[in-house]
Every structure is written in C-alpha cells, then in structure tokens.
T-cell receptor, first 114, second 116 residues
Framework: EPEVTQTPSHQVTQMGQEVILRCVPISNHLYFYWYRQILGQKVEFLVSFYNNEISEKSEIFDDQFSVERPDGSNFTLKIRSTKLEDSAMYFC????????????FGQGTRLTVV | AQKVTQAQTEISVVEKEDVTLDCVYETRDTTYYLFWYKQPPSGELVFLIRRNSFDEQNEISGRYSWNFQKSTSSFNFTITASQVVDSAVYFCALSERETSGSRLTFGEGTQLTVNP
C-alpha cells in the first residue's frame, strides 16, 4: 500500500542551526502538507503546497520556515534557525485532492532542539 | 474561523465496554468535511473516516461507528466492545470547502485507554 515516508525519524539539532525535514508523498497525490505536534498537544497545520507553490499557511509558518519540492518526489520543510520551541513532531501529509479527501500522514520526524 | 472541540481529554474503560468519543465543531461554511484520525503509541496518524457536510447518514465499520448530527454540530465516534489495541489518542478534524490545500483543523484529542 502506498505511504508517505519521512526522514529522518528523529533529529537532534542545536539552537540556531538549520534543519531540513524530508518527505516523499504518495506518488499520484497533488497536495502536500506539513503539520506539527508539540509533545502532548494537538496537531497544528503549518502549510499546504500545490502546483509548486504555497497555497495556504498558518501564523506559525513565519519567515524561519520554508518548503520546497526540489524534484518530482521529495517535499521538504526547512527551518532556518531553530529555536527551542521548534521541538515537536513534524508530520508530512499528502492528498489526491484538496480538503474533501483524506490526507495520508507520514510517520513523523521528531525534532529536538537543544 | 473553524474550530474543533474534544471535551474529553482522557477516557479509561475496561475491555469489551463500549465507548463514545465526542467531537463538536464550528464552521461558517456550508460545505465542509469531518475526519477522525487515530494516533497509537507509535506516533503515526492513521485515517479512520471522512464525512462531508451533506451526508448525515451514520456509518458503521466493524466495531466502529460514527454519528454525525448537523443540528448539534457534532460528529461522535463509538467503539463497540473495545479492545486493548484500541488504546490510542483519537483526533477529530475539520476541513472547510474544497479549495486548494484546505487545512485540517484538529481537536485537542482524546486519550483512550482500554484496560484488560
């Protein structure tokens, strides 16, 4: 069964460093998303991406964040200068269509900023 | 603005009991979509069901059933004859419209613990 894959599963980084989280969405999906979940809290939307551009972003997704689809398969989230409060589980998701279809989530990348 | 409320933070039941997880939502749109996701201890998010705002039929899938009531803006989830493997955090989520890249707004989640 096709699935969304994320790498790495766990990343530890020092405050102020740049990190890139990687995702391979399901191949025939057109919409891509990043969500984050701070430990013990709810899942929060960061950004959605369609047709090689951001279609929607939340207030969390400030100038420190960027997304890219560098080739036909990968979808990345970059955090330019990490802060302690960026520590969270980051989920990538993809869907065939927009909000009316289910989004399939990857297993997540746990980011720890020290 | 869209909002999802799951008032039950934690529920603990004994195996074989039935349990209902509540979800109340707020939206101004007439077209919207409701979802339930399961997050087991391993951490991934597993899709369970999607329901659109025009379809108020209840749905049953094995031991799972969902009750959608627009009049009370609720989309409740019932597990019949619960099992230990049902222990997880369950999230209700809402998506508005069919516009490009519609975000999912999640509730706070309900931690369900099923004890043997």
């Amino acid at each position: 069964e096709p699935e969304v894959t994320q790498t790495p599963s766990h990343q530890v980084t020092q405050m102020g460093q740049e990190v890139i989280l990687r995702c391979v969405p399901i191949s025939n999906h057109l919409y891509f998303y990043w969500y984050r979940q701070i430990l013990g809290q709810k899942v929060e939307f960061l950004v959605s991406f369609y047709n090689n551009e951001i279609s929607e972003k939340s207030e969390i997704f400030d100038d420190q964040f960027s997304v890219e689809r560098p080739d036909g398969s990968n979808f990345t989230l970059k955090i330019r200068s990490t802060k302690l409060e960026d520590s969270a589980m980051y989920f990538c998701a993809s869907s065939e269509e927009a909000g009316n279809t289910e989004a399939f989530f990857g297993q997540g990348t746990r980011l720890t900023v020290v | 603005a869209q909002k999802v409320t799951q008032a039950q933070t934690e529920i603990s039941v004994v195996e074989k009991e039935d349990v209902t997880l509540d979800c109340v939502y707020e939206t101004r749109d007439t077209t919207y979509y409701l979802f339930w996701y399961k997050q087991p201890p391993s951490g991934e998010l597993v899709f369970l069901i999607r329901r659109n705002s025009f379809d108020e039929q209840n749905e049953i899938s094995g031991r799972y059933s969902w009750n959608f009531q627009k009049s009370t803006s609720s989309f409740n989830f019932t597990i019949t004859a619960s099992q230990v493997v049902d222990s997880a955090v369950y999230f209700c989520a809402l998506s508005e419209r069919e516009t490009s890249g519609s975000r999912l707004t999640f509730g706070e989640g309900t931690q369900l613990t099923v004890n043997p």
